[in-house]
């Protein structure tokens, strides 16, 4: 079964490839469908449904996107869903992680560990001719002191886990057993 994945994100289709194997995923890039679809929602469920619905009534193939981000419980869940965008819609792509991370880092640099606690949360909706239908995961952490790690994307080298190691610390492997898109992934697989 082939299915369209709405994202031009390299590093999440390549997680999305890894973990959903069984199917036959093709990206956007690869039918040459380049809509740029605004994330409006308030929530990451609201954004991952608006772009499925959006690319699957464009191209017709079933259809999943995702949106994710981190939740910092000590600053209220913010950046929450506006976590690519907080530095503005010209700097929401991958090339301005680090600068994104940093921000947040001095944000929280007088902080202490126990109230560094936060949430990674991925929503999928995945649609096709029956409709749509959303699922979420979430993996707890904390906001790291400094950027650590060289695998990954987004904000992976400032996400830590419990054992200390951020999501860029960890190899793919591991972190495609635990992350949050892992087990939004496995609640998606059911809805397919």
């Known amino acids: ?42 929530t990451f ?46 700097k929401s792509g991958n090339e301005y992680s680090r600068e994104r991370n940093e921000y947040i880092l001095e944000k929280m640099k007088d902080i202490p560990k126990k109230r560094r606690k936060a949430k990674h949360v991925t929503c999928i909706a995945y649609c096709n001719k029956d409709g749509v239908k959303v699922v979420r995961g979430e993996e707890e952490g904390y906001i790291a002191n400094n950027p650590k790690g060289e695998n990954g994307f987004g904000f992976d080298e400032i996400f830590e886990l419990e054992n200390g ?15 949050s898109r892992k087990k939004a992934l496995e609640k998606i697989k059911d809805v397919i």
Not at 18 to 30: C, G, P, V
């Open 1 to 42: 079964m082939k299915i369209l994945v709405a994202t031009n994100n390299q590093g999440k289709l390549k997680e999305i490839k890894e973990i959903l194997n069984e199917y036959e995923i093709i990206s956007l890039k690869e039918i040459n469908c380049n809509i740029e679809i605004e994330e409006k929602g308030e």
């Open 45 to 90: 469920e609201e954004n991952a449904k608006i772009k499925a619905e959006v690319i699957y009534n464009e191209t017709k193939m079933p259809c999943i996107a995702d949106d994710s981000g981190l939740e910092i419980e000590e600053l209220g869940g913010w950046p929450g869903v506006k976590t690519a965008r907080f530095l503005g819609e010209d």
């Open 165 to 179: 190691k951020t999501y860029a610390e960890i190899g793919k492997e591991e972190k495609n057993k635990i992350s």
